[in-house]
């Protein structure tokens, strides 16, 4: 364990919290440690935080911290809190992402690509980056059994983050693009397995006993797994009068696992490719029940609704409007007539001049997004990698601590992003990771159609799917085919594109808004992509095709999306030949509070009601209203985790019966603090 001063100028900090700095040295990485506790109440128990992801860093920034600071001091907590950042990630040594992908994601995301098109082309990039990275890590002096920092022989372009190759003298000759990269490390130092070893050594290293792990999303798969080798320990080498501590190696203190925390939870079972196909039906139900509870809804369903959504985006690129500078083409002669009826204010080539005019703007797919990674980028850390122990690291490491920077991705004010079916698929599970995001984006699609519906002569809504009439006016009319007429849609946006694009931006504002938060979830300059690949792919695999496709055979809508993500897997890619590390560790028999969102699209409520069968000892809740994440929503109580620590110090809730769980009644665990709504 390093122990380094922490740079706490920026942070508001108690007087009566102690907060100290660390860096855990382990297997080749140095990873930032964080603990912070009450000084009136210095505690052998702790209660580790392990974050989501995979490939998830920025924990460190001083904005981060100052959020936990603030959390901790409301939370109750009678324990320490300890915050870690995982391997690889910003904020970690060493780590490494490619400006080549993210800058391809950037250009492609700004282009109407359809979703093979856009497959074929990331691919090749994933598969340079990655297969560099592999022969990166598999070069590097790599010993597991021992902590200790390894040199990573790479240096730092300050423009492309590119490896330089000429300090490979000993790398095999073999052609990433093409060639497989055969080595027992590389990329499987990301492996859960690998991760939950973090965990242990550093609930090893601290000086704490007794400890809570308190794992979210990917998190709580570590858990699980570090759980699961813990138990495992505990068997080989408990005795009779130390039953609950363990030794991993010789020289280690005992401690014990007392309970786990598992919100959003990624069970060893689930999570792979064939699953798709039921995480998109599971987004678009859970879009249906909270559609049909907005009493303001303006379509019968969210079906009914999606379904214009699409058809909107297919009216708004059919020819005859401009894609990527393609000249316009003369509107259909019947179209032109249905207009001279519908409106008596224009003579004919006035209303062709009009509506000729808007499609060859083309600016009503075409958005330009803020960035608002550009604004809250935070480049002030907590546990600053500048000031890591360099006299541990070799030169070339040194030296990539330089490439702290922003890239290109997070550097451009606003992002071209052009709106089509495959990005709206996107954003239909994307939005369910926050309900109230979730409603904004059903409001969004409802101006889509709308704004659609008044501009284009040939795009008209069926009086049945509505619940009231789309007008000129916004307000109930029973003429539903009624049209703005162009000429005054002109007047708005002054016939031009930059105009018109303002005059869109203000009819869509709910849809831009959610655009703007998935942009900025989208290039998270903390998020780092390599690792996310690497830790998926070595812990799901490839499953075989004929489970793949019995999988899919009930998803008819979604079979060709399907089978696309399947042709394109990154997964499938000769980087991860021999790497596959399928976590089929039985579960840990430890005391389990289990969170789960009733909206959640990602981590569904049928993966914690499964596990949840599996662990005797087991406690479920389920949170009404709430998608991702269920601690930090708004629906859970702020003492919840103090509470469940205490129950099990105390049993004092009655949960606890020999082995098994007494799943009380939902107003009995109110009572005690253990509910979420």
Request: hydrophobic residues 40%.
């Amino acid at each position: 364990m390093l122990t380094d001063d922490c740079q706490t100028r920026d942070l508001a900090i108690p007087r009566d919290l102690v907060v100290k700095c660390y860096w855990l040295s382990h297997e080749g990485f140095l990873l930032p440690v964080m603990t912070f506790e009450f000084e009136a109440a210095v505690t052998d128990s702790a209660l580790v935080l392990v974050t989501g992801g995979p490939g998830e860093g920025g924990l460190f920034s001083s904005a981060s911290v100052q959020s936990w600071l603030d959390w901790y001091q409301a939370s109750e907590l009678n324990q320490a809190m300890v915050l870690y950042g995982s391997r690889g990630t910003k904020g970690s040594l060493p780590s490494w992402r490619c400006d080549e992908y993210e800058l391809a994601s950037l250009r492609m995301i700004g282009l109407n690509l359809s979703y093979a098109e856009e497959l074929r082309q990331s691919l090749p990039i994933l598969n340079k980056c990655l297969a560099s990275f592999d022969r990166m890590l598999a070069a590097a002096p790599f010993n597991t059994t021992s902590n200790h920092v390894f040199a990573i022989p790479i240096d730092v372009d300050a423009t492309t983050t590119a490896i330089n190759n000429s300090q490979y003298e000993n790398l095999p000759s073999t052609n990433p693009e093409t060639d497989t990269v055969e080595t027992n490390k590389g990329l499987s130092v990301f492996a859960t397995a690998q991760q939950s070893g973090d965990l242990l050594a550093l609930m090893a290293a601290l000086r704490f006993r007794d400890y809570h792990l308190w794992g979210v999303s990917y998190g709580s798969r570590v858990v699980l797994q570090a759980a699961a080798e813990f138990e495992s320990k505990l068997k080989l080498n408990s005795t009779t009068d130390t039953q609950l501590a363990v030794k991993l190696q010789p020289d280690t203190p005992p401690f014990n696992i007392t309970s786990l925390i598992l919100d959003s939870i990624y069970p060893f079972e689930f999570g792979k490719q064939s699953e798709w196909g039921a995480i998109l039906q599971h987004s678009m139900e859970l879009h249906e029940t909270l559609y049909t509870k907005d009493d303001e809804r303006r379509f019968t369903s969210f079906a009914e609704l999606y379904r214009y959504a699409e058809a909107a985006i297919d009216e708004l690129e059919r020819p005859g409007k401009r894609s990527g500078g393609a000249a316009s083409s003369e509107l259909n002669s019947n179209e032109l007539k249905s207009n001279e009826l519908k409106s008596n204010e224009l003579k004919s080539n006035e209303l062709k001049s009009n509506e000729l005019k808007f499609r060859e703007l083309n600016s009503s797919l075409d958005f330009r997004i803020e960035n608002w990674n550009l604004q809250a980028q935070d480049d002030s850390w907590v546990l600053n990698a500048q000031r890591a122990p360099l006299h541990k690291l070799s030169p070339p490491l040194a030296r990539h601590l330089s490439g702290f920077k922003n890239t290109a991705s997070v550097e451009d004010p606003r992002i071209p992003l052009r709106l089509n079916r495959n990005r709206l698929l996107a954003l239909l599970t994307f939005s369910l990771y926050d309900p109230d995001t979730a409603k904004i984006f059903q409001q969004g699609l409802e101006q889509l159609v709308e704004m659609t519906a008044r501009l284009s002569s040939g795009f008209e809504i069926t009086a049945s799917a509505l619940t009231s009439p789309i007008s000129k006016s916004g307000a109930s009319d029973t003429d539903v085919s009624h049209k703005i007429p162009l000429a005054t849609l002109a007047q708005e946006w002054k016939g031009d594109a930059v105009h018109f694009a303002s005059w869109r931006n203000q009819q869509l504002d709910r849809l831009v808004l959610v655009l703007e938060i998935f942009i900025a979830s989208s290039f998270d300059p903390y998020f780092n992509s390599l690792v996310f690949f690497a830790t998926e792919c070595i812990d799901n695999g490839v499953e075989p095709s004929e489970i793949f496709e019995t999988a899919i055979a009930p998803y008819p809508e979604w079979r060709n999306e399907l089978r696309l993500a399947r042709q394109y897997d990154v997964c499938a890619l000769p980087v991860f030949s021999n790497k596959y590390q399928p976590l089929n560790a039985a579960y840990a028999n430890l005391p389990t509070l289990l969170l789960a969102g009733e909206l959640d699209p990602v981590t569904p409520l049928s993966w914690a009601q499964s596990l949840a069968l599996q662990l005797p000892q087991s406690l479920l809740i389920e949170a009404k209203g709430v998608g991702h994440s269920v601690i930090m929503s708004e629906g859970c109580k702020q003492d919840l985790l103090s509470n469940w620590i205490a129950a099990q110090t105390t049993l004092a809730a009655g949960l606890i019966v020999g082995s098994e769980v007494s799943f009380k009644a939902r107003s009995d665990l109110s009572q005690v603090g253990l509910d979420c709504h």
